[in-house]
């Protein structure tokens, strides 16, 4: 049981205790996590911290997505394309 949100471009995102900032963007429908190397977009991709495929923005510091568990209230956002 969880209503805690954080913000993704300023739009709250729920998540469930424990899950990792791009399981809640994945399971709220954001399939790409911003702009990558052109053409290609950053996403949820391996889940391990493995390829790097899933850097955002967490309140201000470039971090992989998929290995920051989310908290109410944190600011993300796009990593700023091409890994940054
Ligand atoms: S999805 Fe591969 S590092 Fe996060």
Redesign the pocket.
């Known amino acids: 049981m969880s209503g805690a949100t954080f913000f993704w471009m300023g739009r709250s995102i729920p998540f469930q205790e424990g899950e990792s900032i791009?399981s809640a963007l994945d399971a709220a429908g954001m399939v790409s996590f911003g702009p990558g190397v052109p053409p290609s977009q950053m996403r949820?991709?391996?889940?391990?911290?493995?390829?790097?495929?899933?850097l955002v923005r967490v309140d201000g510091a470039t971090r992989?997505?998929?290995?920051t568990a989310a908290a109410a209230g944190l600011e993300v956002e796009p990593a700023g394309g091409a890994h940054g």
Do not use: K, M, S
């Open positions: 791009a949820f991709f391996c889940g391990i911290g493995a390829c790097q495929c899933c992989e997505a998929c290995l």
